[in-house]
Structure formats: structure tokens, C-alpha cells
């Protein structure tokens, strides 16, 4: 009886979602094709980064809950890669067990330092 309820819920996603990020202040956009349930781990490719930083990150992951979608999301930059060294890193913004809105859009709070004013969020069925 589960499994059979658990595979209707299931089938109302898709199962890989574009991940569509578009920054202001300023200005950047990113996206990536991600598997439905997988967490994901890219690069923020040629982000533009508080001077001396040289890697931007994000990393999470789409899946279901009680039938509904959900989304978390965090990004940081840092100076070097693989460095646990204090001060290597800050946080841009991040979003936890966020439940998704209908219209599949939704925006991430930016970390007071992460030198962005605002980071929108949009999820494409793929």
C-alpha cells in the first residue's frame, strides 16, 4: 500500500530540473541541469567574487516531501580549493528545506557580505 502512494506523489515530478540562478548587484547568471533526489555539487563559473576569491560554489539538492517539492540550496566562494584555513571562505546566501512555490520560482537570502543585493531561484522541469 505505501509503495503504491509513495510512486503516484513520486510521478508528479520531473525527474531532472534546470536550476536557473540569476543574481543583481551585480549581475550573473548560472544554471545547471540537476537529477531529481541527487545532491549536486558545480563550480559558480566565472562568478563575480569579492577581490581575492577565486572559487564560487553551490551545492544541493530538489526532492520530494509529503508530496509537495522541496530545495536547498547554499553557495560560498573561496580563496583556495580544499582549504580549511580560517578566513578561506564566506557564505553568499543559502536556503534550507525550502518549501517550493507553485510557480517553481523563489529567492535566496543573501549573507550581508556576500556582495550580491539579491539571488532568484528558478526551477525548470526538464
Not at 580544499?82 to 518549501?99: P, Q
Request: with cysteine; aromatic share 16%; charged share 25%.
Amino acid at each position: 500500500m505505501f509503495f503504491a502512494v509513495s510512486a503516484v506523489s513520486h510521478a508528479d515530478f520531473a525527474a531532472r530540473y534546470k536550476v536557473q540562478i540569476e543574481f543583481e548587484g551585480p549581475k550573473y547568471k548560472w544554471h545547471r541541469t540537476v537529477k531529481f533526489r541527487d545532491d549536486f555539487h558545480f563550480f559558480l563559473d566565472n562568478a563575480p567574487l569579492k577581490k581575492g576569491y577565486a572559487v564560487g560554489s553551490i551545492a544541493g539538492v530538489v526532492y520530494p516531501k509529503k508530496g509537495k517539492l522541496y530545495c536547498t540550496i547554499s553557495m560560498w566562494a573561496s580563496k583556495k580549493l580544499k582549504s580549511e584555513e580560517t578566513g578561506n571562505s564566506y557564505s553568499i546566501g543559502e536556503v534550507k528545506f525550502l518549501a517550493v512555490p507553485k510557480s517553481l520560482k523563489f529567492d535566496i537570502p543573501m549573507s550581508d557580505k556576500s556582495g550580491f543585493k539579491k539571488c532568484t531561484v528558478t526551477l525548470i522541469p526538464k
